[in-house]
């Protein structure tokens, strides 16, 4: 079954519930930036969204640098943004 890209407006609606979250690559994509103590919490983190990744079968997009984590979210099989991405970041959001 396809996976459905978000409507302008569903995309709105999400983003209102993700408020620390940013559109990004068109609206095709969301964003956030999360910084913590040091390396090893940072990496705990990264662990932590492996595990949420890899049972959703949705898999995000990272940069690590020392304390920081960069994350993207995209449905690359929708063409931009989908519930599944709404889902992960909400996920990821929970981890804090």
Do not use: C
Request: charge should be negative; proline fraction near 3%; hydrophobic fraction near 50%.
């Amino acid at each position: 079954m396809p996976i459905a890209e978000l409507t302008a407006a569903e995309r709105t609606a999400m983003m209102a519930g993700l408020p620390e979250w940013q559109l990004a690559r068109d609206d095709k994509a969301i964003e956030r930036t999360f910084e913590f103590a040091d390396f090893s919490a940072a990496w705990g983190f990264v662990a932590r969204i492996a595990l949420l990744a890899e049972k959703a079968d949705h898999h995000p997009e990272w940069f690590n640098v020392y304390n920081r984590v960069e994350i993207t979210l995209t449905t690359h099989d929708a063409g931009g943004l989908s519930q599944r991405d709404a889902d992960m970041a909400t996920a990821i959001d929970r981890l804090l």
